[in-house]
């Protein structure tokens, strides 16, 4: 019978990769446990001396939130005054972005305010978010941002 | 806290188990009330009147720590013979100019430094008169602001009628325990149990620790509440001490990531200010506005951080004779926060958007404005997990539903790009206690899911390959930026490449290429790197410290060896201070960190947060300034004083000391002053953010309760990571409104029944929860029924497990002038039994109630609250 | 007096030999803050499906109790003010100065109480559902633990209404999710126990409101707590199914409560509905017993 043959998935996974949990800012461990390429299991990691291997329900929840047979994997499109959603390439769509990126900083340039103080920049663009992100992505936002001009540059810290 | 981060909470259990007393203040009696001592119903937005109420408690009965509070405070300080408090000018204070709404600060400076703490307050010198301008605030989030020097006047035996102490006195006299009642609802016996306890559990034996979520920060008046805990616990003695602190539970895995390295308009890494136009043309310009020579203290060393920080963006590119690249940073001459950005693009003012893992359509206050401003944008581009509401507005938003927006006139072209999750990146995430921790990569994100490094890296290179050629000057910065990490296999950029960026490097010399281990190596003279300064040394000696996962059962209950904390690995900050200001422990039971005599060094349980040979008897030379400038016993040392300020002579727009002042929208007159609310917050007033009547202006019985927001163990904020789970979803799935038994009666409403609840902005439906746990308040002669809704949920969405009407909706938007942070935790609403109306019915239900209140653009716009005479 | 109250061993008298130390679940409800972590981590741990959404309006519980596709349930409490003023208000919420700190008197300042505890399967001692199983299919571990084996369950019920506490139910849907028409529960995590691994709940709950263990050791810890929060005055509290002469032999999965069982949806005396069989037997024959046991342990080992 099956019941006697039972082993927890965690004892046979692939491999055990050290995480935290990406929820809110306690930071707690996590055990990402990895069989074929797939997240199999995520639980608390009792070495964390922040949450000594608990996880609330949010955290608990990490495995569905990233094997959710529902999420989104390709890229959605919406043309202007479009009714639905269209498939396009990433890779087209990034170069379509970059290119609207480059149009509405041409188009907002301001080199100087009135009184000729240097403004060099562009209110045209703005971003929301951070918040959920790595330090590394939010210095690359930072740092691009601010190299194109674009200051509106926000997060949820103030929301 | 046992709502929003339950694994945090196992301390205040295991604190608890061991004799800790726990007191919850909340208008919400929640999981935390549940395991509470003392539970304390507030009216939402009183609690200025509470903590000064306890200030007052702590000063009057004499239970503050005197040594501490004499030695390491700005209490003994002379302030000004010019400055004016709230008190004698009816709760304003001097140098307010009604006309823009702001102050000059000048008369709030130290005694000596009037003319030159003007000069040297980058926040008034960089506010331009008529405008919300964006200093202050977050801006000086890791210090003080600039003082001239650090030549202050001081009375230690705290008796100079204008030290900082006798001010502090007089500004909260009037805080008594009846007031508070007044004020807060909450009753004196109640409110004189919290302050026994929080007072007997303070001093040299012991600590008390004050804990909030950023529901507190979320007021006009926002900052001034976390000061207000700060004035406590300094006069407590219960900073920079284990047990102590004022703790900011924050909601997001690295919202405190991403406040140190800013995505925020006001600041570049490391707290270091985005220079102003016309004020910081030159690079010395903008040092010499953070600091000056002769102040205390290591933002002294502020060129060496800068210098640094453009040697990382720029590299070879930054040279002495082009001021490091610095005239290529973009400047910021008015606020460009968040909210101000949403008006602008109902202006046309803004084309493109970005939204990185953030939902505003359902998270930001009066959502109805933030869909129609994406309504006007050209260009959205949405990256997350999910195909969250603010990706779908155009869709299945509420407005479409209405007929206020019609899908087919919606000119925006939204692009909508999968996000990689927590699980298939590389980095690290900044915790609440600024604690970095490594996250490693499980698995290959799938199809077209990618993180936001291999965005913007990708980005970044088809923006430069665009311009390769082009010799245009706006295009210079771009053109010389570093952006040649090293790639990994599967095509994205290495974190660790990044992280080793922001670390910083020695760019010549025989270290040339070796990490920086700390920031004090950083050089002005361009011969190091460091993409943000007090991350410096998370790559100590080459390695990732960040990854560091020392099981915690094998090391110290401070646990240094488990990821790293900035600055310097520090675990509390201001530890300096767990010490007498001989350097002894202040008691054995609280000894942290201490003056080793034998060794000529400090050492204890954490990395001293202090010069480590700079012996507790040290006296530095007068007129010294920076680092060596600190005295033995100056334990604040990123102050300008070298002291915590009790009062803050500069630095915050809308006044030195916390004032009590009623929420933009409330139903009660303010009771401790004729000026009702704060004079200096920022407002929007037009149709999309209306404002109800608050007294003395007529029509606020149109919208008789007070309506708040806050979350659920189950959901996580705007739901973009809970509503799509199954798991999660069917443990909250529907949004509801909490009621006291009294209310329900009051306006027939039924348990599980539906009812509407109306604001100036707009109205939602909720199903309703009848609770004993809210409970209403006797406020000034009334009863006040306060009304709590958790704000997950959202209309539209694609593919989300549950969906409800959006509590943000109801919220409107002015801000808190130094951070600019909206209020949105206190306003006033009708309810009503039922669902509302749909379709167009909506709009004209909303209208109705506004002409019933007489509601204009103008309603609630007044700065300075007219005398009920009229004059 | 009846049954096996000197058999607290029931691996043993299953017929396991060298079974380990039986395994079980000390729920405190004194210190659960009610997040709901257990059932998310059950959930996610044996992959059971959504249970439904609605709003039950039963406090912030939305999970309404136990059934197939939820083996752990956090129930919400509120006790509501024990006076209410005549002006309609909470009146001064005056205290006496309390010695408590170990447990949840928020209430005692505003005269409400919130009470919170996750509900499990007992694992009784004498467990009614593997008594009147036709096929087998529920089986006594080598952990003194109850499960059902979901290859050899065929689905016909008699372990539902056999159950005192309404724990075990057939899956119903939905299409496609795993074990519909199956009679499933807690297993006390059956694959992570033979691995040494804490059950999920246990392992994710963030104040230790669950506690795994050895039942002996849970035990005498729940009795250390008790008095722990008797001298502190908390005289509501009280240990439900730790009583091994109960009327199910006590629980491998017992709780510490702040009120009566009933409070908490849990019967105050719950009886094994099977008990007249064992008395049955035990008149017919007392060594028929340990023959039966070992014949049914034969016979699962006959059907591996």
């Known amino acids: 019978m099956r019941t006697e043959a039972l082993t927890p998935r965690t004892r046979t996974a692939d491999r055990v990769v050290k995480s935290i949990c990406p929820y809110c800012a306690v930071g707690c461990g996590q055990r990402v446990y990895v069989k074929g390429e797939r997240v199999i299991q995520i639980e608390g990691d009792p070495d964390s001396p922040i949450s000594r291997g608990r996880l609330c329900p949010k955290g608990s929840a990490s495995e569905q939130l990233v094997n959710n047979p529902g999420r989104v994997t390709t890229v959605k499109y919406r043309r202007p005054f479009g009714t639905d959603w269209e498939e396009l390439p990433l890779d087209r769509a990034m170069e379509m972005i970059a290119d609207r990126v480059l149009d509405t900083r041409e188009r907002t340039w301001e080199d100087a305010d009135g009184q000729g103080n240097a403004l060099h920049r562009t209110l045209g663009i703005a971003s929301l978010g951070g918040a959920t992100l790595d330090n590394e992505e939010n210095y690359l936002i930072k740092k691009l941002f601010s190299a194109i001009g674009v200051v509106q540059v926000e997060n949820q810290a103030r929301i | ?871 | 007096m009846w049954g096996w109250s000197n058999a607290p061993d029931p691996a043993a008298d299953t017929g396991w030999t060298n079974a380990p130390a039986r395994k079980g679940f000390f729920t405190d409800g004194s210190v659960c803050i009610g997040c709901k972590a257990c059932e998310v981590a059950c959930k996610e741990w044996n992959g059971i499906p959504e249970d439904g959404l609605q709003l039950l309006g039963m406090s912030y519980d939305n999970t309404g109790g136990l059934g197939a596709s939820t083996w752990r349930h956090v129930a919400f409490i509120e006790q509501p003010r024990r006076s209410v003023g005549t002006d309609g208000l909470t009146p001064l919420p005056m205290v006496a100065a309390t010695s408590d700190q170990n447990t949840r008197d928020g209430g005692a300042e505003t005269g409400i109480r919130w009470l919170m505890s996750s509900d499990v399967c007992k694992h009784c001692t004498h467990a009614a559902c593997l008594d009147v199983c036709p096929t087998g299919a529920l089986l006594r571990t080598e952990f003194g633990t109850v499960v059902v084996q979901d290859d050899i369950c065929n689905g016909c019920g008699y372990c539902i209404p056999a159950c005192p506490f309404g724990v075990i139910d057939r899956r119903d849907g939905p299409v496609g999710a795993r074990n519909v028409g199956i009679a499933q529960k807690c297993t006390l995590c059956y694959d992570r126990l033979r691995d040494d691994m804490t059950p999920a709940c246990a392992q994710a709950c963030p104040t230790q409101s669950i506690q795994f263990g050895d039942l002996d050791e849970l035990r005498v810890r729940a009795q250390d707590r008790v008095d722990t929060l008797h001298a502190a005055g908390v005289t509501d509290a009280r240990l439900y199914l730790a009583d091994p002469n109960d009327g199910i032999g006590g629980a491998g999965a017992f709780f510490l409560l702040l009120d009566e069982p009933e409070v908490y949806g849990l019967p105050p005396d719950p009886v094994v509905t099977t008990r007249d069989l064992p008395a049955m037997w035990r008149t017919a024959a007392i060594a028929g017993a340990t023959l039966v046991a070992g014949a049914a342990a034969a016979f699962v080992r006959a059907r591996s």
């Open chain 2, 1 to 871: 806290m046992a709502e929003c981060h339950p694994v945090g909470f196992q301390w205040v259990m295991e604190a608890k188990a061991r004799g800790a007393t726990i007191i919850h203040i909340d208008p919400r009696f929640t999981r935390t009330s549940a395991m509470a001592h003392q539970y304390v119903p507030v009216r939402a937005g009183s609690d200025i009147a509470f903590l000064g109420g306890i200030i007052n408690y702590i000063l009057s009965n004499e239970k503050y720590f005197r040594e501490y509070v004499v030695s390491y405070t700005n209490a003994a300080t002379i302030v000004s013979e010019d400055f004016q408090d709230a008190d004698q000018l009816d709760g304003l204070f001097s140098g307010f100019d009604p006309k823009t709404g702001t102050y000059d600060t000048t008369s709030w400076a130290y005694e000596g430094m009037e003319t030159a703490a003007a000069a040297g307050t980058r926040t008034v010198a960089g506010r331009q008169p008529g405008a919300q301008a964006g200093g202050g605030g977050h801006e000086f989030g890791g210090r003080g602001v600039a003082l001239p020097h650090s030549e202050v006047h001081r009375d230690e035996s705290l008796e100079d009628p204008f030290c900082v102490f006798q001010i502090l006195k007089r500004h909260y006299a009037r805080y008594t325990p009846e007031m508070v009642q007044r004020i807060c609802g909450v009753p004196p016996e109640q409110f004189v149990k919290v302050c026994e306890a929080v007072t007997a559990n303070s001093g040299r034996e012991r600590t008390t620790a004050w804990v909030y979520s950023v529901g507190w920060t979320q007021h006009s008046v926002g900052v001034q509440y976390i000061r207000g805990a700060a004035i406590i616990q300094l006069l407590l003695g219960n900073m920079g001490r284990p047990g102590g602190g004022i703790l900011a539970l924050r909601g997001h895995a690295s919202i405190q990531g991403s406040t140190d390295i800013p995505t925020l308009f006001d600041l570049l890494p490391g707290y270091l200010p985005m220079p102003r136009a016309g004020i910081h043309r030159t690079l010395d310009e903008y040092l010499a506005s953070i600091k000056s020579e002769g102040q205390k203290g290591f933002w002294t060393a502020a060129d060496t951080y800068m210098v640094s920080l453009l040697k990382a963006w720029w590299g070879d590119a930054a040279t002495k004779e082009n001021d490091f690249g610095f005239e290529w940073l973009p400047r910021i001459n008015a606020d460009h926060s968040n909210y101000q950005t949403i008006v602008d693009m109902l202006d046309d003012k803004v084309e493109g958007y970005f939204l990185l893992g953030q939902n505003p359509a359902v998270g930001s206050a009066n959502g109805k404005m933030q869909r129609l401003a994406m309504s006007h944008l050209k260009w959205l581009v949405v990256r997350d997990l999910n195909l969250i509401e603010s990706a779908t507005f155009w869709k299945d938003g509420p407005e479409i539903a209405t007929g206020e927006m019609r899908t087919e006139d919606i000119g925006t072209e939204v692009f909508f790009l999968p996000a990689a999750a927590h699980t298939e990146k590389d980095g690290t995430f900044t915790q609440t206690q600024r604690l970095l921790q490594w996250h490693h990569k499980a698995v290959e994100p799938r199809g077209d899911c990618r993180s936001e490094l291999d965005f913007f890296f990708h980005l970044g290179r088809l923006l430069r390959a665009r311009l390769a050629t082009s010799s245009l000057k706006r295009d210079e910065g771009l053109r010389s930026l570093t952006w040649d990490y090293p790639m990994l296999e599967a095509g994205e950029p290495d974190a660790a490449a990044v992280l080793q960026e922001i670390n910083g490097r020695h760019l010549s010399g025989e270290k040339a290429g070796q990490m920086l281990n700390s920031f004090v190596e950083m050089k002005a003279d361009g011969s190091t790197s460091g993409g943000c300064w007090i991350y410096t040394g998370v790559y100590t000696d080459g390695v990732n410290q960040s990854a560091r996962r020392k099981p915690g059962s094998q090391q110290s209950w401070v646990a240094p060896e488990w990821g790293w904390a900035w600055p310097m690995n520090r675990r509390i900050l201001y530890n300096r201070a767990s010490a007498d200001p001989d350097g002894k422990p202040w008691s054995e039971r609280k000894a942290y960190v201490w003056w080793d005599e034998a060794a000529g060094k400090w050492t204890g349980h954490d990395v001293p947060d202090f010069q480590v040979t700079k012996a507790p008897s040290f006296r530095p030379e007068p007129g010294i300034g920076g680092p060596e400038g600190l005295a033995g016993d100056d334990p604040f040392i990123m102050q300008a004083d070298g002291k915590a300020w009790l009062y803050a002579p500069s630095g915050l727009l809308d006044g030195p000391l916390p004032v009590h002042y009623e929420p933009l929208e409330s139903p009660l007159r303010n009771a401790m002053h004729a000026q009702q609310s704060n004079p200096t917050r920022e407002m929007f007033p037009r149709k999309e953010n209306l404002t109800g009547p608050s007294p003395p202006e007529p029509g606020s019985d149109v919208y008789p309760y007070v309506v708040t927001t806050y979350r659920l163990t189950e959901h996580h904020t705007a739901g973009g990571m809970s509503r799509w789970s199954p798991y999660l979803a069917e443990l909250q799935p529907e949004f509801f409104c909490e009621v006291s038994p009294e209310l329900a009666a009051e306006r027939g409403l039924e348990h599980l029944g539906w009812a509407t609840i109306v604001t100036a902005r707009t109205a939602i439906e909720a199903r309703v929860l009848v609770t004993d746990r809210v409970t209403p308040l006797a406020v000034g002669g009334r009863t006040i029924h306060q009304i709590g809704l958790p704000y997950h949920w959202g209309v539209g969405g694609g593919g989300s497990i549950v969906s409800g009407d959006s509590a943000n909706d109801v919220m409107g938007v002015a801000l808190d002038p130094n951070v600019h942070i909206q209020d949105s935790k206190a306003a006033a609403c009708d309810i009503q039994p039922g669902r509302r109306p749909t379709g167009p019915a909506l709009p004209r239900y909303v209208e109705e109630y506004r002409r019933r209140a007489g509601i204009s653009v103008d309603t609630g716009t007044a700065r300075v609250t007219p005398h009920q005479d009229g004059s």
